[in-house]
């Protein structure tokens, strides 16, 4: 009776494990008959980059970022045209790092024709651009295809704005899967790149009602310099660093500056002073703002979730020639 309730058991477990797999289904070898340097070439490409602008590995997790929430990590947001996701409104003269991944793919065709995807090639970037930048590395699952269509609407849509709360970017996240740890571990990443004045610039003047109770969210010494870049009616293009401590290091000090009122974005402050009371995201600030390690493990497993959001496999969609535009 015993013995028959624990062979019940595992294959309960077998099959449940199955399922995992089943459900996954991106591999991390996919490309190695068919592209054994892949890997290589990435990295290669990815520190020629990043040597002659670091900013750059900012720019590429952010593509995969504004790839994978948009129908998907399909490389949709590559897709040149009027009706492409780069003239979305998250996208417009903000999204960069298109021609570094024009250079990639050209290289990754140099060593092997016709068969990595654009969408993959994001994801390898994406990792490569974190590790080099000092923060953790993880085995990136492959075998992505690409997308046929843009969505513009979508990208609108489902991309999280900086003036948006807590709760609806949780809502966006919670969308395509991801919980409100990743919420927490993926904003890690403005632990490095920059943000404009556009993203920012409603929480230094007091705009309306609506802005004073945050202005009081962001340490003063912050605001007075912010006001100098940004002033009232400015060029709201001027760009500053996400993190004023250490701007191109994959570090902690994204947390550690949140605990401070150091949060440039009013979404970044509100995951630890929102005072909608969201106190998990608060205390998994904390976590993270003492404990570098934790984060770095549990920013590479959001990383590999957020890659997973509905990819195109088997024989769906293509594998594109060139990166902004479909096989004709
Ligand atoms: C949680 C919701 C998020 C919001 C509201 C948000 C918003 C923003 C905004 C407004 C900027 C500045 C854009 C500009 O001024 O041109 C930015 C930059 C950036 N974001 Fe996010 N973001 C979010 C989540 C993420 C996630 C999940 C990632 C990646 C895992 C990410 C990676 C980045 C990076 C690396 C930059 C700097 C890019 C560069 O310097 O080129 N963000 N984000
Ligand atoms: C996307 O948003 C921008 C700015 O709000 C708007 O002008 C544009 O019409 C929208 N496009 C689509 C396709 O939703
Ligand atoms: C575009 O994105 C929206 C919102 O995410 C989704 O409802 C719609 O089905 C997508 N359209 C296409 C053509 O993929
Ligand atoms: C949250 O989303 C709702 C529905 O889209 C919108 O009406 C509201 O203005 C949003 N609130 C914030 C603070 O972004
Ligand atoms: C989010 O999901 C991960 C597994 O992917 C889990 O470990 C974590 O506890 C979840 N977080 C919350 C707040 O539910
Ligand atoms: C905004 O107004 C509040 C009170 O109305 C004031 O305490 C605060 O200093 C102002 N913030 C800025 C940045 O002017
Ligand atoms: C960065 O943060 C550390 C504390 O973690 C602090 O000692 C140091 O002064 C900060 N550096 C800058 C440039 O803000």
Not at 6 to 13: E, H, K, T, V
Not at 30 to 35: D, E, L, R, V
Not at 81 to 100: D, I
Request: charged share 15%.
């Amino acid at each position: 009776m015993k013995n028959s309730a624990n062979i019940g058991f595992a294959w309960l477990i077998t099959i449940s494990m199955l399922c995992l797999l089943a459900n996954s289904q991106l591999t991390t070898n996919f490309y190695s008959k068919s592209c054994p340097n892949l890997l290589t070439v990435v990295r290669k490409q990815v520190m020629n980059a990043i040597k002659t602008e670091t900013r750059m590995a900012a720019s590429l997790l952010r593509l995969h970022f504004h790839d994978c929430f948009v129908n998907g990590c399909d490389a949709s947001v590559l897709l040149d045209g009027s009706e492409g996701e780069k003239t979305a409104l998250p996208n417009l003269n903000s999204a960069r790092g298109y021609e570094v991944v024009d250079a990639i793919k050209s290289a990754v065709e140099s060593s092997c024709s016709g068969v990595v995807s654009c969408a993959d090639i994001l994801a390898i970037a994406a990792r490569d651009s974190v590790l080099l930048s000092g923060g953790p590395s993880w085995r990136v699952l492959l075998g992505r295809r690409d997308g046929l269509v843009a969505n513009k609407t979508g990208a609108n849509l489902s991309l999280p704005a900086p003036f948006e709360s807590i709760g609806n970017i949780t809502l966006k996240f919670q969308a395509v899967g991801l919980n409100l740890t990743d919420v927490v571990s993926l904003s890690g990443a403005h632990t490095f790149g920059f943000a404009s004045c556009a993203t920012f610039g409603n929480r230094l003047f007091n705009f309306s009602e609506t802005n004073a109770p945050d202005s009081t969210l962001l340490d003063p010494s912050m605001v007075s310099d912010l006001q100098n870049l940004c002033p009232a009616n400015g060029d709201i293009s001027r760009i500053t660093p996400l993190d004023w401590n250490s701007t191109d290091l994959f570090d902690n000090h994204y947390f550690q500056n949140l605990v401070n009122g150091r949060g440039l974005l009013e979404s970044d402050q509100f995951l630890y002073s929102s005072d909608q009371a969201i106190s998990t995201t608060r205390s998994i600030v904390e976590l993270y703002s003492q404990n570098p390690q934790l984060f770095f493990i549990d920013f590479a497993n959001s990383m590999i979730k957020m890659g997973n959001i509905q990819p195109l496999i088997g024989s769906a969609g293509e594998i594109r020639n060139n990166c902004r535009v479909i096989n004709s």
